[in-house]
């Protein structure tokens, strides 16, 4: 198996935890927050989205999905356009509110197309080069991309177990 077959298999498997955790819920349920302070399924899936999105943009050379498809717009959430959710407080979070999962799937989709056909043109011997010299030791692109993969997992998951309490409740 190639490297960048392995990388779009787990951005695949985002995109089915994303759905499932996303399915058939009304505004409501996306925007609960089981003790009322943390986080939201739509925060944490828009926020996985941003961060993917970011990231993918910065290693790849290209402007974001968020705003290049004009889904900043769709959103019209009260922050910079650059804002990905990074550092946000459980104010910022009550401010992501959608009315349905399909405006989070589509800006996800978007962002995972562009995801994929970035990955499949990555040789293995491109994982090697730095993307980011402000950490120590600088950070590669094997790194950069493993990272996002982590991070949308864990995010994807928590959201998965909202839902799961909320429907239980």
């Known amino acids: 198996m190639k490297s960048s ?3 779009a298999d787990a951005f695949s498997r985002i995109q089915e935890t994303v759905y499932e955790a996303v399915e058939d819920l009304g505004a409501d349920e996306l925007s609960a927050r089981i003790d009322g302070r943390g986080n939201s399924i739509a925060w944490l899936v828009w926020h ?11 290693v790849a050379g290209t402007e974001q999905i968020w705003t290049a498809q004009g889904w900043a717009n769709r959103f019209a959430l009260p922050f910079p356009a650059a804002s990905t959710g990074y550092g946000h407080t459980p104010a910022d979070v009550a401010k992501v509110r959608v009315d349905s999962p399909s405006l989070l799937t589509g800006y996800y989709d978007a962002v995972h197309e562009h995801t994929v056909r970035y990955v499949h043109g990555v040789s293995a011997a491109a994982l090697d080069r730095i993307v980011d010299e402000s950490w120590t030791p600088p950070v590669t692109l094997g790194v950069r991309l493993v990272s996002v993969i982590a991070d949308d997992l864990q995010h ?3 959201a998965a177990f909202i839902r799961g309490v909320l429907r239980r409740m």
């Open 5 to 7: 077959d392995l990388l």
């Open 48 to 58: 996985l989205t941003r961060i993917q999105d970011d990231h993918i943009a910065d």
């Open 156 to 158: 994807a998951g928590q």
